[in-house]
């Protein structure tokens, strides 16, 4: 995993709450291979009419907003299925951040496996945020995940909590396999004792 | 001293602790990892790395995400794509050696179908697999929980996972159920009462009078939807009607470690005055049978209700919401949700595809006819509930009545394996996600039980169950 960049982006906003992992990225996609282009499925019922023309209004085809890298959303973003193809997708578009008041458990932590943070704010100063960037879809965010701060478009800075391991492992590049495997005598010891113990 | 009293879930937890880390993170060791068809990426992951396999002998796996289920020959499947989902699976099975309940074997079906009924799920475990309907497997008494696919390639590899403790919740439902409400309902229930996110960071322990009146089915299913309030897991207390489940199974112990393991599994309750983070408690008298009417499970109410009006919602953010999903259903505010009319019915998934719910569909099926421009699927659970359900006669009942009588897989819950509804199809399922497209793009999904579904299938539209009922 590449080191985790301190983030300055327009924001893009998907102000609804409870976006669901179907809508991130529809189940009919889900057989891609790893390395396919899983971002250009993102959202695809929602961003493409059937004849694969632009829906005009969504988020993701508004020119100001094409490149973000940081996205916004309502509460309990990507709930549902435990796809982390829906990770693949948003990280496959671009997007490093989401910053929403609240996440799917399972999205949360594969997104923090692959390169994508999830961002916890409260609701109202999301509110705040998605209103900004629909005021000024220019006004560029910055994530510092160093700092663990949030910079709005306004200038207004937002501290944000985040697992300290998983930080670590962002801005170092580790691999938490490696980590777990290091520990190969713990888990030994651990399976000796099952074994005894009749579990 | 007396130590504390812990939950049931605390006493799985502590018992599966192998180290902790100075962030407050537990490493826990997995006892059973289940697999899917969908899982070839993890062991790419792990070839990528060089990596094998740290315990084969407890990975579990069976094709069923992208199996079509008018076969069961991989060559048959149209989509080579498909095709190399299931043979994937096949390949790595035989190069690392763990147990596949393949195609061919008598022993496959859906997962969370497969696990129980093999007696590979039993009290006291932590069960994983890369989907989030793992939870089902809670309702033995298991820790059971969805995790993602570099998880997958995790446990695979440390036979461990990496979890921050959750909070507890304990849902209590009290009462006697009244006629033709089921596990399903309760669920249904449940989450529109608490939301879905109402769980979230949570394990619920279900409890109270009618949970423990469950059948394992109905536990099964209420376990099953626990993801969609958000929670991490759902739990039962493993009591007598969990004993007499497992007992005789394949994979469970016999003889002397039988009663051993009974002992061990009754100790597992929750203590008399373990604490939870949150206490909820409803009324079983108050359960109807229940339909979903929005894109969200939690958009649910009774049969016999109208259909919600955004005008009453309580902020402009919720009614928008309200309205978005409406348009999107084709429903209208005041409309009686009993008149709908549906294109498509599907009685299955890890939900609702075991013997008992397609018992209950049978009863609503036998002497009625599907109605005309009706399309009815049966699609059981796995392999062993098709088997008993044609001993029993049913596959019959529903043939005789116009329903396709399919072979077992997940089917139309996701539509992975291309059996999807038209774009506007209304589809009435026994399913756990009416999210918008979940059954194919611009499909209409209503949630509900499996003799709600065979009502809807026989009626042509929505249809109180217990209406027929009383009807003979």
């Known amino acids: ?199 | 001293m007396n130590p504390e009293p812990r939950t049931m879930f605390e006493k799985v937890w502590d018992r599966h602790r192998v180290l902790e880390r100075e962030d407050g993170q537990t490493l826990l060791y997995v006892d059973r990892h289940l697999l899917h068809d969908g899982t070839a990426p993890a062991f790419e992951m792990l070839k990528a790395r060089g990596q094998k396999m740290r315990a084969p002998g407890r990975t579990f796996a069976t094709p069923d995400h992208y199996m079509p289920t008018d076969t069961r020959i991989a060559a048959e499947i149209p989509d080579p794509a498909l095709r190399e989902m299931v043979l994937s699976l096949e390949r790595n099975a035989a190069a690392e050696g763990f147990a596949l309940y393949g195609l061919d074997d008598p022993r496959q079906g859906i997962v969370h179908v497969v696990g129980p009924e093999l007696g590979l799920s039993q009290p006291g475990m932590i069960i994983v697999c890369g989907d989030s309907h793992t939870s089902t497997h809670g309702a033995l008494g298991a820790l059971a929980f969805g995790i993602g696919m570099t998880e997958v390639a995790h446990v695979l590899a440390t036979q461990c996972l990496w979890q921050r403790k959750p909070k507890t919740m304990r849902i209590a439902i009290e009462g006697a159920l009244g006629a033709g409400v089921t596990a399903k309902d309760v669920i249904l229930h449940v989450i529109a009462t608490i939301g879905t996110a109402g769980a979230t960071g949570h394990v619920i322990e279900y409890a109270g009078s009618a949970v423990r009146g469950l059948s394992m089915e109905g536990r099964l299913t209420l376990c099953n939807m626990t993801i969609e309030a958000g929670a991490r897991a759902g739990m039962v207390a493993p009591d007598e009607t969990t004993f007499a489940f497992l007992e005789g199974r394949e994979n469970v112990p016999t003889g002397a470690a039988w009663d051993a393991a009974v002992a061990r599994w009754r100790s597992l309750a929750s203590d008399p005055g373990a604490v939870f983070d949150r206490f909820v408690e409803l009324d079983a008298a108050t359960i109807a049978p229940t339909v979903t009417w929005g894109t969200s499970p939690q958009e649910a109410v009774a049969v016999d209700s109208r259909v919600p009006d955004p005008a009453a919602a309580p902020s402009p953010g919720r009614r928008a919401e309200m309205e978005e999903m409406l348009a999107y259903m084709g429903l209208s505010p005041g409309q009686l949700l009993a008149e709908v009319a549906v294109d498509r019915v599907f009685i299955g998934s890890c939900t609702n595809g075991r013997i008992e719910d397609l018992r209950a569909a049978a009863g609503v099926a036998r002497g009625r006819q599907v109605a005309e421009g009706v399309t009815a699927w049966v699609v059981p659970g796995s392999a062993q509930v098709k088997r008993q359900a044609e001993a029993e006669g049913l596959d019959r009942i529903f043939r005789e009545a116009g329903f396709a009588w399919r072979e077992a897989g997940c089917s139309m819950c996701l539509g992975t394996n291309g059996e999807i509804g038209r774009p506007g199809e209304r589809i009435a399922s026994t399913s756990n996600r009416n999210f918008r497209g979940r059954q194919g793009p611009g499909v209409r999904t209503h949630l509900m039980n499996p003799a709600m579904a065979a009502a809807a299938a026989v009626t042509g539209r929505i249809t109180d169950v217990r209406r027929l009922m009383e009807a003979g």
């Open chain 1, 1 to 199: 995993m590449e080191p985790f960049p301190r983030l300055r982006s327009v924001a893009v906003p998907f102000a609804r709450d409870n976006i669901d992992t179907d809508q991130i990225l529809p189940a009919r996609f889900l057989h891609l291979a790893r390395d396919a282009d899983h971002g250009a499925c993102l959202f695809r019922d929602l961003r493409y009419h059937a004849d694969g023309s632009e829906v005009e209004d969504f988020p993701l085809n508004r020119p100001a907003w094409r490149a973000g890298r940081i996205a916004l959303g309502g509460e309990n973003f990507a709930c549902g299925s435990s796809r982390e193809n829906a990770v693949w997708a948003m990280h496959g578009h671009g997007f490093r951040a989401v910053i929403a008041p609240s996440f799917g458990d399972i999205f949360a932590q594969n997104g923090l496996k692959n390169g994508l943070l999830p961002v916890r704010l409260p609701a109202e100063t999301v509110a705040m945020m998605i209103a900004q960037a629909e005021a000024m879809p220019e006004g560029e965010v910055t994530v510092d995940l160093e700092a663990q701060t949030v910079t709005a478009a306004d200038g207004t800075i937002h501290p944000f909590e985040v697992d300290p391991f998983a930080r670590k492992c962002l801005l170092e590049g580790i691999d938490e396999m490696s980590f777990t495997l290091s520990h190969h005598e713990d888990i030994a010891a651990f399976e000796r004792r099952l074994g005894r113990e009749n579990f």
